[in-house]
């Protein structure tokens, strides 16, 4: 399916409604007052996948007192990646973000000065990075899998989030972080995580448990990476990481940014590159274990690749296609983002539906992840869909949205493709795996949705690994 070109998408989202404009087709089943909230808080895929059955590619729905519309399927998430900020906006819905981030940084910022501030870390995200990237993730993985011993179990999303912490501190942020990880970051970024949920996203600022130890941890962080950088620059120490990019980094009239924005912005982008990952991990196992003949297919690639390159380096990680498929295969099964929002600035036009201003839009991946007319067999885990010649994301530019897409897509992206296949080769080189419990149910209490607990799996080390330390 080819991409709609600019002056179509242009012309969908005019401003202007033209007369005759229909509006936008219900949900039915909705209460007085909540709406349909009572559904959604119990399972919104499953909610949402209803509207889609009922009306189609566009429909409304209505949590509490704000009125939402979600586009799902490939050319509905073209009209919607491809508006500008005056039309369908995403600073302001993602205001909950400001305690975590800070103010004048992420969705507190302007457009064009977040797109400055995430623009002095494209440098830092090259291939000759990438490549020190994986030697770091290796090494990480390493030192986790020593720490197993030969038989036991593990709390997968738990060791999964300790893990990519580990990883993302020291690849993303700088070796002093990493260093603080045991001595209370990780603490501290674990309050941060909890601050991201539905009620916050709707109160940010109720006082709340959960949104009293995020402001203590925002604090806690943020006196750390003050004196990180206080000590970097009475050494004139010049590591090659994020927080020394930023500091070295000037806007465009000239000026330096302050500790307080170099920590908001370095908090966005571990955000991006560890939260998002530790959960998709977490799937990507879960799904490989009740997947044997695709799991023995991963196994071979790795003695494969590693028969001949013996060290793993961002080479190595790239030959593992079959173990990026299966990454993927899980991007798509269980998106850690099941929605994303934006809000309607001025009424918008799509095909014959008029959307009003104020709206919140939505498109949501796991909902357009299982359409069948998209991916075949939806509900099956089948990672050889991304195989040629099947190919299935490439159908559409949009096909595939679990890292968002548009102006607003996922820039550690590849970061996260990479750390996954780095973990999963080490772990699945060393062990075999069990898991202990039925496979879990997601868990839709939390803004990123892993799985519910528990969720352990038992391990016995292999005799022999394929990678050499």
Not at 259 to 264: N, R, V
Not at 292 to 298: H, N
Not at 304 to 317: H, I, K, N, P, Q
Not at 425 to 432: C, G, P
Request: with cysteine; charged share 25%.
């Amino acid at each position: 399916m080819a991409n709609q070109p600019d002056s179509v998408a242009t012309l969908r989202s005019s401003p202007l409604p033209p007369q005759g404009s229909n509006a936008v087709p219900e949900l039915t089943g909705g209460w007085p007052l909540l709406g349909h909230l009572p559904d959604f808080l119990k399972d919104p895929v499953l909610m949402l996948s209803r509207g889609w059955r009922e009306q189609g590619e566009l429909f409304r729905f209505r949590l509490g007192p704000r009125e939402f519309v979600l586009f799902t399927g490939p050319e509905a998430h073209d009209f919607y990646f491809r508006a500008p900020e005056d039309q369908l906006n995403a600073k302001a819905v993602y205001q909950f973000t400001i305690p975590i981030f800070g103010r004048g940084v992420a969705y507190d910022a302007s457009p064009e000065l977040m797109d400055e501030q995430l623009g002095f870390l494209f440098p830092a995200l090259r291939e000759a990075a990438m490549s020190r990237f994986a030697r770091i993730m290796f090494e990480e993985t390493t030192r986790f899998a020593d720490s197993l011993g030969e038989d036991g179990a593990v709390d997968l999303p738990v060791a999964m989030n300790e893990l990519t912490v580990k990883i993302a501190s020291r690849c993303l942020i700088g070796q002093e972080v990493r260093d603080q990880v045991d001595a209370g970051f990780a603490d501290a970024y674990h309050d941060l995580q909890k601050g991201i949920n539905t009620l916050g996203f709707f109160l940010p600022r109720l006082p709340t448990a959960a949104h009293r130890s995020r402001d203590r941890a925002r604090r806690k962080v943020a006196e750390l990476f003050s004196r990180i950088m206080a000590g970097r620059r009475l050494s004139a120490a010049k590591p090659d990481d994020f927080m020394q990019a930023l500091m070295h980094a000037r806007y465009k009239d000239g000026h330096a940014l302050s500790d307080d924005e170099i920590t908001g912005i370095l908090l966005t982008v571990l955000f991006a590159g560890q939260h998002t990952s530790a959960v998709l991990a977490t799937w990507t196992g879960l799904e490989l274990l009740r997947a044997p003949s695709y799991l023995e297919r991963v196994k071979d690639e790795i003695r494969d690749v590693y028969r001949e390159a013996g060290a793993m380096t961002l080479a190595s990680l790239k030959r593992q296609t079959a173990l990026e498929h299966a990454v993927r295969e899980n991007e798509r099964l269980h998106p850690p983002l099941i929605m994303l929002i934006r809000k309607a600035l001025k009424p918008l036009r799509y095909k014959d539906h008029l959307v009003p201003a104020g709206t919140l839009a939505m498109v949501s991946p796991a909902v357009s992840h299982r359409l069948p007319h998209v991916f075949a067999d939806p509900e099956r885990f089948s990672p050889e869909r991304f195989d040629p010649p099947a190919c299935e994301d490439k159908q559409h530019q949009y096909a595939l949205i679990g890292f968002g897409g548009g102006k607003h897509v996922c820039m550690g992206k590849h970061f996260a493709y990479l750390q996954l296949k780095a973990i999963w080769t080490v772990l699945l080189d060393r062990f075999d795996f069990h898991l202990d419990t039925a496979f879990p149910a997601p868990n839709y209490g939390s803004w990123v949705t892993g799985p519910k607990a528990p969720c352990r799996l038992s391990y016995h080390r292999r005799s022999q690994a394929s990678i050499v330390q």
